[in-house]
């Protein structure tokens, strides 16, 4: 059974810092694609960053140069480190793998961005 678990999520002022995390069990973590969706109140779900099974990673314009997807294959574990946070941040961050013809999404963790 493949399981995707976020934590990490917390209240931070604009300007600071805040690294999310996802645990995967129940595939081979070191050989796929993750990827660190959010989604804000009232919008849809936006795709913010993608790291390869190689390390290789891409971003969404909105948060280049802020944010920094990685991950530990000796943990199974994807990280999204966010840096110079702003109100519009203020979202909530899933992940997501896909395996075997399907698509898993952990139940996400609450980012709140406010003064």
């Known amino acids: 059974q493949v399981q995707l678990v976020e934590s990490g999520g917390d209240f931070v002022q604009p300007g600071g810092s805040l690294t999310v995390s996802c645990k995967v069990s129940?595939?081979?973590?070191?050989?796929?694609?993750m990827s660190w969706y959010r989604q804000a109140p009232g919008k849809g779900r936006d795709l913010v960053a993608r790291?390869?099974?190689?390390?290789?990673?891409d971003y969404a314009d909105f948060v280049q140069d802020r944010f920094t997807i990685s991950r530990d294959n000796t943990k199974n574990i994807v990280y999204l480190q966010m840096n110079s946070l702003r109100p519009e941040d203020t979202a909530v961050y899933y992940c997501?793998?896909?395996?075997?013809?399907?698509?898993?999404w952990g139940q996400g963790t609450q980012v709140l961005v406010s003064s």
């Open positions: 997501a793998v896909g395996w075997r013809m399907a698509e898993y």
């Open positions: 129940g595939l081979t973590f070191s050989t796929n694609a």
């Open positions: 790291i390869a099974w190689t390390g290789a990673a």
